[in-house]
């Protein structure tokens, strides 16, 4: 028999289980994933998976209940990031048509903080964006002036 063809053990196939729960939910990653957000619904149930709770690692009866009140701030919270990531983004646009220098260097200053935020995407555009407005004008004036 070939090392493909011996069945795994049952620690084995619970590791592998793991292992692809963590790459499917994305909990591996330190990338940036868009988050949809519905309306409260009532307090939710989340049951673990069967490999977890027969390892011992959660029992099989355990849940968790999120409440309405944390769910309300989830929501504000990630509404004001995306209401700072997008007055940046903004910002950085308008910056390519009036006041470059000013509103390219607000451009990159408020995409910084929205990456701080965690709104990684629009804050680097900001960013980009404001960086190149600024640095087209200190290339261009000496042509124009």
Not at 49 to 57: D, I, M
Not at 118 to 137: M, V
Request: aromatic share 10%; net charge negative.
């Amino acid at each position: 028999m070939t090392q493909i063809d011996e069945p795994l053990d049952k620690a084995t196939k619970e590791r592998f289980q793991r292992d692809q729960l963590r790459t499917e939910s994305g909990l591996n990653h330190k990338e940036e994933y868009a988050a949809e957000i519905t309306a409260p619904s009532p307090p939710r149930r989340i049951q673990y998976a069967e490999p977890y709770a027969r390892s011992g690692a959660v029992s099989q009866n355990a849940q968790s209940e999120v409440s309405d009140e944390e769910i309300e701030e989830l929501v504000e919270v990630v509404t004001r990031n995306k209401a700072v990531g997008y007055i940046a983004l903004f910002v950085a646009l308008a910056s390519l048509f009036v006041w470059p220098v000013l509103l390219g260097i607000s451009g990159i200053v408020l995409g910084i903080i929205a990456i701080v935020m965690g709104n990684k995407g629009l804050g680097s555009w900001s960013i980009a964006l404001g960086f190149i407005a600024a640095a087209a004008y200190f290339l261009l004036v000496p042509y124009y002036g």
